[in-house]
C-alpha cells in the first residue's frame, strides 16, 4: 500500500507542476494587455509601461511564473490588479459560497441516485426500470443550467417559494444560507444524479450476477435480503468513485450556475476576473480549483485501493 500510495503521490505532484504550466501559459497567451485594459484606451504609452512595471508585467515570462509558483506554495495568490487587494482574501470569502453549493449538490445527488439506481436494478426490464432510465437519459442529456432557468421560471417566478438570485450570507444563520442555495444545489445535482443512478444501476445489476450472490440466495435469503446485504454493499466501490469525481466536478464547473443564480461564488470571481482581464485572480483560481480536482482524485484512488486489494498488486 505504502509504494502504491508513493507512486499516486508523485503523480500527483507531476499533475500539479504539468497543470499550472498549462494554465500560466494558456492565460499569458490571451489577447489583451491588463495595464492598457485598466488605463483605457486613450492612456499615454509612459502610464501604460508604468503601470506594467507596478503590476509585475514587464518581467520575463519564465521569471513571472517561477514566482508565481513560489508564492503560491507560501499561500501568497497575490494582489488582484482590479482590486488591489490579496486574491487569497477574496478566494476564502468566495469558498464560503462554492465549497457548501457543491457539497449541498452532492448530497442531494446522492440522496437522489441511490434510491433511484437500486429500485431500477431490483426491477431489471420491468416498466420502473424503463421509467428511471428515461428519466436518468433525459437528466444527462439536459445541460444544468436549462434546469438552473426552469427553477428559477417555476420556484422563484411562479410559485415564490425562493428568491431568483443572490446569497444572503451565513451571518443570516444557517437555514437562510442554505435556502439561497437550494435552487442551485438542484440545478448542479439533478445532472450528476442522473449519471450516478445509471453507474449504481449497472454496478448492482453486475454484483447480483455473480456466485456468491445465488450462494446467498441458495442459503435462504429472500432476492430483497440478498439485494441490501450483500449486493449493495459490493456494488458500491465504483459508485464512491464517482461520487468522489462528481464532488471535483461540482466545486469547479459551477461557473455557469453561480452566474445565473448571481451568486458570489469562485465561479463568478472567475467570469469577472476574464472580463476584466485580471490575470493574477484568473490563474490563482483556476489553479485552485485543479488542485482541488487532482487532490480528489488522489484520495479516490487510495480509498478504492484500500478497499479493493487487487489494484495494489496491479502498480
Same mark, same amino acid.
Given at each position: 500500500?505504502?509504494?502504491?500510495?508513493?507512486?499516486?503521490?508523485?503523480? &500527483?505532484?507531476?499533475?500539479?507542476?504539468?497543470?499550472?504550466?498549462?494554465?500560466? &501559459?494558456?492565460?499569458?497567451?490571451?489577447?489583451?494587455?491588463?495595464?492598457?485594459?485598466?488605463?483605457? !484606451?486613450?492612456?499615454?504609452?509612459?502610464?501604460?509601461?508604468?503601470?506594467?512595471?507596478?503590476?509585475?508585467?514587464?518581467?520575463?515570462?519564465?521569471?513571472?511564473?517561477?514566482?508565481?509558483?513560489?508564492?503560491?506554495l507560501n499561500g501568497d495568490f497575490g494582489t488582484s490588479y482590479t482590486y488591489r487587494t490579496s486574491v487569497a482574501t477574496m478566494i476564502?470569502?468566495?469558498?464560503?459560497?462554492?465549497?457548501?453549493?457543491?457539497?449541498?449538490? #452532492?448530497?442531494?445527488?446522492?440522496?437522489?441516485?441511490?434510491?433511484?439506481?437500486?429500485?431500477?436494478?431490483?426491477?431489471? +426490464?420491468?416498466?420502473?426500470?424503463?421509467?428511471?432510465?428515461?428519466?436518468?437519459?433525459? +437528466?444527462?442529456?439536459?445541460?444544468?443550467?436549462?434546469?438552473?432557468?426552469?427553477?428559477?421560471?417555476?420556484?422563484? !417566478?411562479?410559485?415564490? =417559494?425562493?428568491?431568483?438570485?443572490?446569497?444572503?450570507? =451565513?451571518?443570516? +444563520? #444557517? =437555514?437562510?444560507?442554505?435556502?439561497?442555495?437550494?435552487?442551485?444545489?438542484?440545478?448542479?445535482?439533478?445532472?450528476?444524479?442522473?449519471?450516478?443512478?445509471?453507474?449504481?444501476?449497472?454496478? #448492482?445489476?453486475?454484483?447480483?450476477?455473480?456466485?456468491?450472490?445465488?450462494?446467498?440466495?441458495?442459503?435462504?435469503?429472500?432476492?430483497?435480503?440478498?439485494?441490501?446485504?450483500?449486493?449493495?454493499?459490493?456494488?458500491?466501490?465504483?459508485?464512491?468513485?464517482?461520487?468522489?469525481?462528481?464532488?471535483?466536478?461540482?466545486?469547479?464547473?459551477?461557473?455557469?450556475?453561480?452566474?445565473?443564480?448571481?451568486?458570489?461564488?469562485?465561479?463568478r470571481l472567475v467570469f469577472q476576473a476574464i472580463s476584466s482581464r485580471d490575470l493574477i485572480v484568473v490563474e490563482s483560481v483556476v489553479?485552485?480549483?485543479?488542485?482541488?480536482?487532482?487532490?480528489?482524485?488522489?484520495?479516490?484512488?487510495?480509498?478504492?485501493?484500500?478497499?479493493?486489494?487487487?489494484?495494489?498488486?496491479?502498480?
Open positions: 500500500m505504502l509504494r502504491y500510495s508513493l507512486k499516486r503521490l508523485m503523480s &500527483l505532484i507531476l499533475s500539479l507542476a504539468v497543470a499550472s504550466l498549462v494554465i500560466f &501559459l494558456v492565460i499569458e497567451v490571451a489577447p489583451g494587455d491588463p495595464a492598457s485594459f485598466m488605463l483605457g !484606451i486613450n492612456a499615454q504609452p509612459d502610464t501604460v509601461a508604468a503601470l506594467r512595471t507596478e503590476l509585475g508585467l514587464d518581467v520575463p515570462k519564465t521569471q513571472r511564473y517561477l514566482t508565481w509558483v513560489s508564492n503560491m476564502a470569502d468566495r469558498m464560503w459560497v462554492s465549497l457548501p453549493l457543491a457539497l449541498y449538490a #452532492l448530497v442531494l445527488s446522492t440522496l437522489i441516485a441511490f434510491p433511484a439506481g437500486i429500485y431500477a436494478a431490483a426491477r431489471r +426490464g420491468k416498466a420502473g426500470d424503463m421509467a428511471v432510465m428515461g428519466a436518468t437519459q433525459l +437528466g444527462v442529456a439536459v445541460p444544468n443550467f436549462w434546469f438552473a432557468m426552469m427553477m428559477v421560471l417555476v420556484f422563484a !417566478i411562479n410559485l415564490r =417559494w425562493f428568491s431568483a438570485g443572490g446569497f444572503v450570507g =451565513w451571518d443570516k +444563520g #444557517l =437555514w437562510a444560507g442554505l435556502h439561497s442555495l437550494t435552487l442551485p444545489a438542484i440545478s448542479l445535482a439533478l445532472p450528476q444524479a442522473a449519471i450516478l443512478a445509471r453507474v449504481m444501476r449497472s454496478s #448492482l445489476l453486475d454484483i447480483l450476477g455473480e456466485d456468491f450472490m445465488r450462494t446467498a440466495r441458495a442459503k435462504g435469503l429472500s432476492r430483497r435480503q440478498a439485494l441490501w446485504r450483500h449486493g449493495v454493499r459490493n456494488a458500491m466501490i465504483p459508485v464512491l468513485t464517482i461520487i468522489g469525481l462528481q464532488f471535483s466536478f461540482l466545486l469547479a464547473g459551477s461557473i455557469i450556475i453561480e452566474q445565473v443564480f448571481y451568486l458570489p461564488g469562485l465561479g489553479m485552485l480549483l485543479v488542485f482541488a480536482v487532482i487532490v480528489v482524485n488522489f484520495i479516490v484512488d487510495l480509498t478504492y485501493a484500500a478497499v479493493d486489494p487487487r489494484l495494489r498488486s496491479r502498480t
